[in-house]
């Protein structure tokens, strides 16, 4: 099974002696394992930096020798606690890749400002900064920007990482052992990302980010910028899996384009092509139905979702047994059409799957 150590490894606690966070982060809001294009992580494809998914990883690329890339994948609200576990490696040698630097961002504003920096190289050191305006400042007096070795950091493969953080404090733990800690002097609120040093290549193989369920239900009421997208129900999972069907059915598009424009340049001269230009039309003409047809679905749950909600606010208000015997029954319903629904997602994705291989 992919990767099953390093996943045993990031569903096991993170504890040890010296550490200042004694938090429990008992409620996972976000598991990634990188097999499929997800929704919410920063992808991009430039003459500077490149990210994306490849392999069941997420790569991040950047190809200047200059500055350094930051990816702040919008996953959640911000949060001023959490947990965050993470595997990474760096690139292979290249011309012009000698020292390569990447590790975790953590309370990062949406331009990614104001952030603490987590970093690694590839010669077993570490280094904490905070971002700030563009410029690379020190965390505090205490904790000045240096780079310190580290046997616990691995060079050929992937270390696991994970760092607690708390309001201003944080804990940092390479491969289950405790390796230090540090304090801001003020509780920054924001979400986790990465950072990627000049001419650097990292491959980021599982992410987990975690909260406190009880703290997190406090701070959640107490943001009035909730992210609609965190709410962990079925519905909402389902909403998400259309979505990510929906963004692979449009790839598949996008590439019968691009094979279709190239058939059309060689039309004139190469009689074959035209055999091949009308069986990608019918494939074409395939993946935007399948595409119309899931975007139906997807509005029809959504839809759903919204008259769920409201039905569940009338009966906070107004709990009667009639109520929750019609709340009960509607719900069965709805599951009963959600497995329909996965259903007919698992036989519409080895259709696309078929037509990748043709």
């Not at 040890?16 to 976000?30: M, R």
């Not at 950047?62 to 609200?77: N, T, W």
């Not at 077993?124 to 020190?138: E, V």
């Not at 107490?222 to 129900?233: F, K, R």
Request: charged share 30%.
């Amino acid at each position: 099974m992919k990767y099953f150590a390093c996943l045993t490894l990031l569903l096991t606690s993170f504890f040890s002696s010296g550490q200042k966070v004694l938090t429990t982060f008992d409620k996972i809001l976000v598991a990634e394992s990188f097999d499929n294009v997800s929704e919410g992580w920063d992808y991009r494809n430039t003459s500077k930096e490149v990210f994306i998914n490849s392999d069941g990883s997420y790569v991040m690329k950047r190809l200047s020798a200059d500055l350094f890339s930051v990816s702040i994948p919008k996953l959640h609200q911000a949060l001023s606690e959490y947990e965050v576990i993470f595997t990474f490696k760096f690139g292979p040698k290249a011309k012009g890749r000698k020292k390569q630097q990447g590790g975790l961002v953590i309370s990062a504003g949406e331009d990614g400002q104001n952030a603490l920096i987590i970093e690694f190289n590839n010669k077993k050191r570490y280094s904490l900064w905070r971002l700030a305006d563009g410029k690379k400042t020190a965390i505090s007096e205490d904790v000045p920007i240096t780079w310190n070795k580290s046997s616990l950091i691995l060079k050929k493969e992937a270390s696991i990482v994970a760092v607690k953080y708390s309001k201003g404090i944080c804990d940092i733990y390479v491969n289950k052992i405790y390796l230090t800690s540090f304090e801001t002097g003020d509780a920054i609120v924001g979400r986790p990302g990465f950072y990627l040093g000049p001419n650097s290549q990292m491959s980021i193989e599982m992410f987990r980010w975690s909260v406190n369920s009880r703290n997190f239900s406090k701070e959640r009421k107490a943001n009035e910028g909730i992210d609609a997208n965190a709410q962990g129900d079925g519905f909402q999972e389902m909403v998400l899996i259309f979505k990510n069907k929906i963004e692979t059915q449009q790839t598949l598009i996008e590439k019968l384009e691009a094979k279709l424009a190239i058939c059309q340049a060689r039309k004139g001269s190469d009689s074959s092509a035209l055999n091949e230009i009308d069986a990608l039309n019918a494939k074409y003409s395939q993946s935007q139905r399948k595409n119309a047809q899931l975007q139906n679905e997807l509005d029809q749950l959504k839809k759903r979702m919204v008259y769920l909600e409201a039905l569940k606010e009338q009966m906070e208000k107004d709990p009667n047994g009639d109520l929750v015997l019609s709340l009960t029954e509607l719900l069965a319903d709805e599951r009963k059409k959600v497995n329909e629904l996965i259903k007919k997602n698992s036989a519409l994705e080895a259709e696309i799957n078929q037509i990748k291989k043709d």
